[in-house]
């Protein structure tokens, strides 16, 4: 059995028009993923270099004061599924203490009850997330 060849269109593709325009002069399925592969994923270098980027930016994120604690939450969960996605492992632990250290003032004596009453080993970022909004 021969492998046929299918030309790259709009009709047969679930992409939208900006992807279709990089993939749009490959003339096989594994030349298209290699380039979205190369354009998504990078090269090392460019891995390195974002990740790099991306590690700063978890390190200096902070809760703003007209931010509700969900919107924060969700502003770190998508920056770790980015870290994640590059490559890095980053524990739930490592996140906990992030947001813990990270909080608005008017949550101090909140991260510090939850200091002193749960294990920061073991505590689940969601377990975490609905104390502060219990508070």
């Known amino acids: 059995m021969g492998v046929e060849k299918y030309k790259l269109d709009k009709a047969n593709l679930a992409v939208d028009e900006v992807i279709f325009e990089r993939i749009s002069s490959s ?23 974002k990740l790099q980027t991306l ?23 998508m920056l770790t599924n980015q870290i994640r996605l590059n490559g890095e492992d980053i524990d739930d632990k490592r996140i906990v203490e ?23 080993k073991t505590l689940s970022l969601e377990s975490l997330v609905g104390t502060l909004q219990s508070h």
């Open 27 to 49: 003339t096989t399925s594994k030349e298209a993923l290699d380039t979205l592969h190369k354009t998504y994923k990078g090269e090392d270098k460019v891995r390195v270099v």
């Open 98 to 120: 992030k947001i813990l250290r990270s909080l608005i003032r008017k949550f101090e004596y909140i991260v510090v009850a939850i200091e002193e009453s749960k294990d920061l």
């Open 55 to 77: 590690r700063c930016e978890f390190d200096g994120i902070n809760m703003k004061e007209s931010e509700s604690v969900e919107d924060y939450y969700n502003r770190i969960v």
